[in-house]
């Protein structure tokens, strides 16, 4: 049974979470003020602790700092009626594992709590000596944010549900989404996380050399080969071989590929001698391949190889929510890269980001950052610094839904569920009710 400490001032909503805890075999102590909530900390200790955000005599922030000080592998969540994504981020920077709104459901409220008791649980585990990585090799996943949006979420249950696993994953997603960053987390996730990691840029290799570069070749086998050459999948032995944009391979190489994969062995060029492999493969397209495959560009048998498991890593506009922690994110890079000491953006900068459509996704957005801290003297990024087409560019169109008649509010719910992703809180705003009507319209119209 698990202690949790529910630090919440609305004394009849405090009581209700606590006796649906309980119910669930979890044992929960109250508190109703940040004073109280520290003094229990100090001298009990508790598995997860749930805390409002605003507390009569303080903030759940202040709990955060003052339980990471004592005990950092206590998870924190925070509970707000003010869905505040600005709040958000900070919570999550001073090391909140989770961030709820006000109302939530039931099943949310186990999920969380479930995934909370793991991580703690995670983190008591014995850490692997770090000696055993490769030199310069890192255990960390550059570039990887987690984000608080639902569509993150879902990318990164998948990521953790396949990453144990020895299955071959086809990464779909827009130029600049992060395929790339998301192959490193699977790996870095994976048993083969101390092994190599090659990613290949198909669309970068001619047809020509790509039987060289995927399997070697041994020296004076053709004009030019004046050296031995170790291709990629000897030198992803063990480890993990990630092909960039898959589909841009010839059916010619297409063929050579799946061979290697099916016999899990190559033979470099002008050699007579195979080499066994033994490589996890992951793989990533922007195209519709699927489509290929019906147009005859694509081998479907190598289509089913490669996409044992299928993750669609989300664009930037499907993961709004998270628009201010990667800015915040791409921010200290620059810095960093610049040599600069920025600390933030204007509200109008922030307003502008969250405006815009973001075409070139995360890619376009780190782009945009640096030059921003680049061309910044100040402390902070105004809207002078931005590219025109940022600055210029108009203010997205956002349906203002309202509930009408009977008559057509099942299809209204349905359609502002298809345009925020199944996302139920951004439903209700975009609905202008609270989650708990929506939840109540959810079920009488049999939608959930």
Not at 111 to 132: C, G, H, I, M
């Amino acid at each position: 049974m698990s202690a949790i400490l529910l630090v919440e001032d609305d004394v009849s909503f405090s009581e209700m979470l606590r006796r649906f805890l309980e119910r669930h075999q979890h044992s929960v102590t109250l508190s109703y003020t940040l004073e109280d909530a520290k003094t229990k900390v100090n001298i009990s200790s508790f598995d997860l602790v749930f805390a409002d955000l605003r507390l009569p005599d303080g903030d759940g922030i202040a709990l955060l700092n003052h339980i990471k000080t004592k005990d950092a592998s206590v998870p924190v969540v925070l509970m707000t009626g003010y869905a505040e994504v600005s709040t958000a981020v900070k919570a999550m920077k001073e090391g909140a594992f989770d961030y709820i709104s006000k109302p939530f459901n039931p099943e949310e409220v186990l999920q969380v709590v479930k995934n909370a008791l793991k991580e703690k649980q995670d983190l008591k585990k014995p850490k692997e000596d770090s000696t055993t990585a490769p030199k310069g090799q890192s255990t960390a996943t550059p570039g990887f944010v987690s984000g608080i949006s639902a569509a993150s979420k879902v990318l990164h249950d998948h990521i953790n549900l396949v990453a144990p696993t020895s299955m071959s994953v086809l990464i779909s997603g827009e130029s600049g989404t992060g395929k790339e960053v998301v192959a490193k987390a699977i790996h870095l996730k994976s048993s083969r996380k101390n092994r190599p990691f090659i990613a290949v840029d198909c669309g970068a290799i001619p047809k020509e050399i790509a039987s060289s570069e995927f399997f070697g070749h041994k020296k004076g086998s053709f004009t030019g080969a004046i050296n031995d050459k170790i291709g990629h999948f000897e030198a992803a032995n063990h480890g993990t071989l990630f092909l960039d944009e898959v589909g841009n391979l010839s059916y010619e190489n297409q063929i050579q590929l799946l061979r290697a994969l099916q016999e899990r062995k190559v033979k470099p060029i002008g050699s007579n001698d195979e080499i066994e492999v033994d490589i996890r493969l992951l793989t990533a397209t922007n195209e519709d391949l699927l489509k290929a495959v019906e147009q005859g560009d694509f081998r479907e048998d190598l289509y089913h190889r490669l996409n044992e498991f299928f993750i669609k890593v989300p664009n930037l506009q499907e993961r709004q929510d998270d628009l201010i922690l990667y800015a915040d994110f791409f921010l200290e890079n620059a810095n960093q890269q610049l040599n600069k000491a920025i600390i933030g953006f204007s509200s109008e900068v922030l307003k502008i980001f969250q405006n815009y459509t973001w075409p070139g996704n995360l890619r376009e957005l780190s782009n945009v950052i640096k030059r921003a801290t680049l061309l910044t003297t100040g402390e902070v990024i105004h809207k002078e610094v931005l590219p025109p087409e940022l600055s210029a560019a108009p203010a997205k169109e956002t349906e203002t839904a309202s509930f009408s008649a009977k008559s057509n509010e099942k299809d209204l719910i349905i359609k502002v569920l298809e345009e925020a992703n199944n996302n139920k809180t951004k439903a209700a705003k975009l609905l202008n009710v609270s989650r708990k009507t929506l939840y109540n319209k959810l079920k009488e119209y049999n939608l959930e």
